[in-house]
């Protein structure tokens, strides 16, 4: 389950500008006197629209680094090598990178996190929900910065980088509990954004100039976004050391560990994501409760379609189930997705792609589709197979590349189910059955993946 620790509270305070002026920012004290004045109107929720969960995020819509200094501007002479060079980039880049997050969450602390808390706009267990363990991320990262810095010598060059980062690599094991807590707190955000004291104090925050366009979710997500680019960053170290260089025996080692620990994060999340909207189902009838649903440990993708009959539909591939849903009214501070018509299991489906321009299923269809011409776009149909009542939808995707995710995604999670129900059929006519003989791949879902992202967005 995903963990919901509390964010340390701190004291009450009646003055949020005077929470803001750590922060050394002349737009904080404007928007803190822009908030204090604007702020004391009542409470009003208002219901969840039917949009998708997940947005698609291109990475082009981030605002550029506030620090673009290379290396070789902090030095004034060097006799190094065109490689050594590009690896002493590296490694500044990476120590810069670690200052820049220490600064962001320290940020999302006090100008979002404390005076939320203060001017009561939500409530100390909706914050620690949001926030999740973020403070506990912020002296983590410090650490390796403090590590970093004294690596670098008098010239301003670092050597041996290897070893530093092998032993500091297990810490992010605390990001399981990070990144687990996620799904949650971005749909119990989106929910309190609908209440306008909210809405009007993360707005007026994202346009001030100390958020750099960025909105809270971006913020909170950069944690996540940090960790899978440890990989990225090493290999390009790895490529810069010459063969006779100390790090040449250790950074090996410390890839494949950031690696494994990045996969264990991703499939620990996987696991959550999935936890949390399968909870979310609410059946209208007994028979759509079929056992692949519990059994699924993970999502492959999800997003809104549109069946023929042009109503939006929430659709979940999970590992062994196709399931679509309608969203529902909110219950207990989460989302209801009721579920339409029969779940289809993925070893069941057929799956057709509808070419654009074709008719596909007569004049309702067309009607629904295109509103009113003749032209279908974006359309594909599943069915399911051997069973004596058929299934058949049809359904349409927002745009040409979300179709096309989607089919992807379906063509993977067929394949993985009917090699996973031969693999149980065979193991039970053999003898000699191992089971480690047969590994399912798992498609983990992490906001670098594009195919899960973009699908679901």
Known sequence: EPSNKR????????SLTGVLNPVKTPALKRIGQSISRSISFRTEARPLPTAPLRSR???SSFPRRRNSQCWSDTVESHDLTAKEIKRQEVIYELTQGERQLIEDLSLVKKVYYEPMLKLDIMTESELGQIFGTLDSLIPLHQDLLTRLERLRGSEKTVGEVGPTLMNWFPC???YVTYCCNQVGAKALLDQK???KRVEHFLRLCQESSFSRKLDLWNFLDLPRSRLVKYPLLLKEIQKCTPPDHPDEDTLPDALELIQSIVAEVNKKTGEAECQFYRRGLSYLEEGQRVPEIQQSRFLY???ELKNNKGQRLHVFLFELVLVLTRPGDEKDGGHVFNVYRQPLPNALINLEEIPDGEAAGGGTFRGAFTGGNDKVKNCFRVSSRGRAKAHSYSLQANDSF???QWITCLRQAIVQ?????AHTSQSQF???HDPALYHIAELSLSSDTEMADHTSR
């Not at 964010?7 to 009646?14: H, R």
């Not at 189910?417 to 129900?421: A, F, M, N």
């Open 7 to 14: 964010v340390k509270p701190v004291a009450k305070s009646n």
């Open 57 to 59: 995020t291109k990475a």
């Open 172 to 174: 992010l094991e605390a």
């Open 193 to 195: 954004k609908h209440e």
């Open 301 to 303: 993708c999800h997003g």
């Open 402 to 404: 979300s179709k096309q």
């Open 417 to 421: 189910s009917r090699d996973r129900t």
């Open 430 to 432: 053999s003898p000699h």
